[in-house]
């Protein structure tokens, strides 16, 4: 019922940025939680940031104070804004979205995946 398409992943050198962005589509009632994981080579995914739909905001303890996610609700998009980048953060990441079905039933949708890697 619900597509995630994501953009904006690349190659960038240490200290430099990147802006992903999501943007849902299809047929859903609504969209609540929103957020971004990633995996790197070698380790199990893991929350990067989520945006809740009462307005809070979550960070990975590793990406705190150089991540910032944001969301529109009117264009059901969500970006995550990624600034002071390390190699560390090299990994694919994945758009994630919680949203109610047009039957009002609670789903978790995941977009394709886009590589961001950060060269030394």
């Known amino acids: 019922q619900v597509q995630l398409v994501e953009s904006g992943g690349g190659l960038v050198q240490s200290g430099g940025s990147l802006r992903l962005s999501c943007a849902a589509s299809?047929?859903?009632?609504?969209?609540?939680?929103m957020g971004w994981y990633r995996q790197a080579p070698g380790k199990q995914r893991e929350l990067v940031a989520v945006?809740?739909?009462?307005?809070?905001?979550n960070y990975s303890d590793s990406v705190k104070g150089r991540f910032t996610i944001s969301r529109d609700n009117a264009k059901n998009t969500v970006s995550l804004q990624m600034n002071s980048l390390k190699p560390e953060d090299t990994a694919v990441y994945y758009c994630?979205?919680?949203?109610?079905?047009?039957?009002?039933?609670?789903?978790?949708?995941w977009g394709q995946g886009t590589q961001v890697t950060v060269s030394s």
């Open positions: 299809g047929m859903f009632f609504s969209i609540s939680d």
């Open positions: 945006s809740t739909s009462g307005g809070s905001t």
């Open positions: 994630n979205v919680r949203a109610l079905t047009l039957l009002k039933y609670t789903n978790n949708y």
